[in-house]
Nanobody, 123 residues
Framework: VQLVESGGGSVQAGGSLRLSCAVS????????MGWFRQNPGKDREGVAQ???????FVADSVKGRFTVSKDNSKNALVLEMNSLKPEDTAMYYC??????????????????WGQGTQVTVSS
């Protein structure tokens, strides 16, 4: 199983980024997948999840600004991030779970992780 994130970078507040997570070893349409983020010294925070039936769960802190989806043609997980704020700065990770997604689920639900892509938002 391999998950590889891409699309991170540095943007100004109000800008947009599109993160992608290329997956091998799983068919993304059949599993729960999620995006998490983490800053040094802090816990890994759930950002958004999308289940095999298309249900999505998005953290309150990013609701209305971030959209999670799957690109089945590329077997990838996508996170569209708009109206970015400095507090969105973090390393962003994608993950795969063997179970169904659960609203508010933490990293313990997930079995495989990517290495992360850095997002930096300046004010």
């Amino acid at each position: 199983v391999q998950l590889v994130e891409s699309g991170g970078g540095s943007v100004q507040a109000g800008g947009s980024l599109r993160l992608s997570c290329a997956v091998s070893g799983y068919t993304v349409s059949t599993v729960c997948m999620g995006w998490f983020r983490q800053n040094p010294g802090k816990d890994r925070e759930g950002v958004a999840q999308i289940d095999s039936d298309g249900r999505t769960f998005v953290a309150d802190s990013v609701k209305g600004r971030f959209t999670v989806s799957k690109d089945n043609s590329k077997n990838a997980l996508v996170l569209e991030m708009n109206s970015l704020k400095p507090e969105d700065t973090a390393m962003y990770y994608c993950a795969v779970s063997h179970k169904y997604c659960e609203e508010g689920a933490g990293q313990g639900l997930y079995n495989y992780w990517g290495q992360g892509t850095q997002v930096t938002v300046s004010s």
